[in-house]
């Protein structure tokens, strides 16, 4: 895993935060609170991406090919 794939997750993390903040929660979504939310949601997507996908092409290459991007 590169520090590219991290910075993505990252930020994908912060970006759902930030809706889910301003749709669902009706909070600001300038503040520490979205970033907190958003790295652990980052931490999350970049655990899921280190272990469940290697696990699952491991244990069935079939189902590996189905995840998203197939990788």
Same mark, same amino acid.
């Given at each position: 895993?590169?520090? #590219? $794939?991290?910075?993505?997750?990252?930020?994908?993390?912060?970006?759902? !935060? !930030?809706?889910?903040?301003? /749709?669902?929660?009706? +909070? !600001?979504?300038?503040?520490? *609170?979205?970033? &907190? #939310?958003? =790295?652990?949601?980052?931490? !999350?997507?970049? *655990?899921?991406?280190? /272990?469940? +996908? %290697?696990?699952? +092409? $491991?244990?069935? %290459? #079939?189902?590996?090919?189905? =995840? %998203? &991007? *197939? +990788?």
């Amino acid at each position: 895993m590169d520090t #590219q $794939t991290i910075i993505d997750a990252v930020m994908r993390g912060v970006a759902i !935060a !930030a809706v889910n903040r301003a /749709v669902f929660e009706r +909070k !600001a979504i300038f503040s520490m *609170g979205t970033v &907190n #939310q958003g =790295l652990r949601l980052g931490a !999350a997507s970049a *655990g899921y991406d280190l /272990v469940v +996908k %290697p696990a699952i +092409k $491991t244990v069935s %290459p #079939q189902l590996g090919a189905m =995840l %998203p &991007n *197939g +990788k």
